[in-house]
């Protein structure tokens, strides 16, 4: 004998069934279904938000004849040091293709030049040229002038949630837990 439950309907878009079976079966099932709209989704307002920062960001850069792209490798080349051309596409989330890419574009528009390492000569580091550094000036007042404004609109006590909220998304993702219930159950 097996007997379905409604909880009651408050919010149409919100609601649960649970199946329960006889007692000795001990078969539980719960299952909750949610319709969400893509605004009311985590992932929807994070890219959002960023599709507009990037937006933002390659209207500026384009005033210099550049692309947000540019302006982030620029900023994070060392001014002095230079950076080993294998670190630049991890701290930027981009793939080897698309670093190599970038490098030629930024090589072809005089900003950086490539240099064999002095005590490794495997090593290709990427120095900026005069018109590079003046670019990360301007990548640099651009981004800082930004979170300026962000944080004179937005009050500290909720920056300092939003970025508690951030932090804990990034670390879900990282333990690799959001679908391993689902890859077990199968």
């Known amino acids: 004998m097996i007997r379905e439950i409604l909880q009651p309907i408050k919010n149409p878009d919100n609601f649960f069934i649970k199946i329960v079976c006889m007692p000795n079966n001990f078969l539980y099932l719960r299952h909750r279904l949610k319709l969400m709209k893509r605004e009311e989704t985590i992932d929807y307002n994070i890219k959002a938000a960023w599709h507009s920062i990037a937006r933002m960001y390659n209207q500026q850069a384009a005033k210099y004849q550049g692309t947000m792209s540019i302006g982030f490798a620029l900023l994070n080349i060392h001014s002095e040091e230079g950076t080993p051309a294998t670190k630049i596409g991890p701290m930027m989330g981009l793939e080897?293709?698309?670093?190599?890419?970038?490098?030629?574009?930024?090589?072809?528009?005089?900003?950086?030049?490539?240099?064999?390492?002095?005590n490794d000569k495997r090593l290709v580091r990427i120095f900026l040229t005069k018109e590079g550094k003046r670019h990360r000036e301007k990548s640099k007042e651009t981004v800082l002038r930004f979170n300026e404004v962000v944080r004179e609109e937005i009050p500290a006590s909720k920056l300092n949630v939003f970025f508690e909220v951030v932090q804990s998304v990034n670390q879900i993702i990282e333990q690799n837990i959001v679908y391993k219930e689902l890859e077990n159950s199968r």
């Open 96 to 118: 080897p293709r698309s670093v190599t890419r970038l490098l030629k574009s930024m090589e072809e528009k005089r900003l950086i030049v490539r240099k064999t390492d002095k």
